[in-house]
């Protein structure tokens, strides 16, 4: 579908829905701007894809059971019931697909384009990680079994979308474990956005759905250089930018002694640098007899986003050592 009024509109509610729970101050303005955004997103998971409308139902069902018992946590809490907390925080982990919850997510994502790829796992998630820091709670569980889950389960998958979604997974571990500092973890998707609609951007431009497309196509050099440089930022390899937010919850973690946690964030970052690199390592290796000069014949287009990858970190850490 290109860009319409209805598409204008429904993208202008959803936003209207996220500003609606962000800025509210009771917990049924929250549920009411919950459902505003989701209402609005339905529309626009339609696409030329066969399994799209599947997939909206499946999506609706999923966030309908998670809106209820969000819902009933609520009346638990009017009522002083202990397990209101419990059952606001497990249907906040349904709405943003963390694990255990996550097979959803993985389903859906494969009956979408890369544009509602993009609003599923960056904006809707805003509202949901929100409420869950307003409750100020940190679930260790669920963020060691996401950060375990993104990491392991995304190495076998030949899928370019199963791979953004287990990414997903994996990065709500990092959100999550520091959602009691809130300009820490707006910083983290923030970066994390950007870095996806980088990604998102080459994979629609190169039209690659499966890793073996990469290397069986014939993409010239510069463009394959260029793809392998944001993966290798999405992955959070030093000096790319995807190190930054990285880097600042490590620090946090330090301060705050949570060691364990800290340990499992590098080892399982290891396993995930492995298979974003290795996504576009062998398509590189294919071109390693070409003439290297000529690499100075880089458009302007392609080389923008991957000096923004490689030059922010190291001007943000010029600005933060002179002040």
């Not at 209402?39 to 399994?51: A, C, G, R, T, V």
């Not at 440089?229 to 490590?250: A, D």
Request: contains cysteine.
């Amino acid at each position: 579908m290109m860009l319409n009024s209805t598409k204008l509109l429904y993208n202008t509610t959803m936003i209207i829905g996220i500003m609606v729970c962000i800025c509210s101050n009771n917990w049924m303005m929250m549920w009411s701007g919950l459902e505003i955004s989701l209402m609005s997103f339905l529309p626009l998971m339609i696409s030329k894809n066969l399994l799209s409308s599947e997939c909206m139902m499946k999506y609706f069902i999923i966030q309908g059971m998670s809106s209820s018992m969000l819902m009933l946590g609520f009346m638990f809490m009017l009522m002083t019931i202990k397990m209101s907390t419990f059952f606001m925080i497990t249907s906040l982990m349904l709405k943003i697909g963390m694990s255990p919850f996550h097979n959803w997510v993985l389903s859906i994502i494969e009956g979408l384009d890369y544009s509602a790829i993009f609003i599923l796992l960056t904006l809707i998630k805003i509202s949901p990680l929100m409420i869950l820091a307003y409750i100020n709670i940190l679930v260790w569980i669920p963020v060691m079994l996401s950060l375990v889950v993104g990491a392991t389960l995304g190495i076998n998958q030949n899928s370019m979308r199963k791979i953004l979604g287990y990414s997903s997974i994996y990065n709500l571990g990092f959100t999550c474990s520091c959602i009691s500092e809130m300009s820490l973890w707006l910083i983290y998707m923030m970066i994390y956005s950007f870095m996806l609609l980088c990604v998102i951007f080459m994979i629609q431009k190169l039209n690659v759905h499966y890793l073996n497309q990469i290397m069986i196509n014939d993409f010239n050099l510069k463009t394959k250089i260029s793809f392998w440089l944001m993966m290798m930022s999405f992955g959070g390899v030093p000096p790319m930018l995807g190190f930054l937010s990285k880097l600042m919850l490590f620090e946090f973690m330090i301060l705050n002694k949570q060691i364990l946690l800290l340990l499992l964030m590098m080892i399982s970052s290891l396993i995930v640098m492995f298979y974003y690199i290795r996504s576009t390592y062998m398509s590189i290796m294919i071109s390693s007899i070409l003439m290297k000069w000529n690499l100075l014949s880089l458009s302007y287009s392609l080389i923008l986003l991957t000096v923004m990858n490689t030059t922010v970190l190291s001007i943000l850490i010029l600005v933060k050592s002179l002040y």
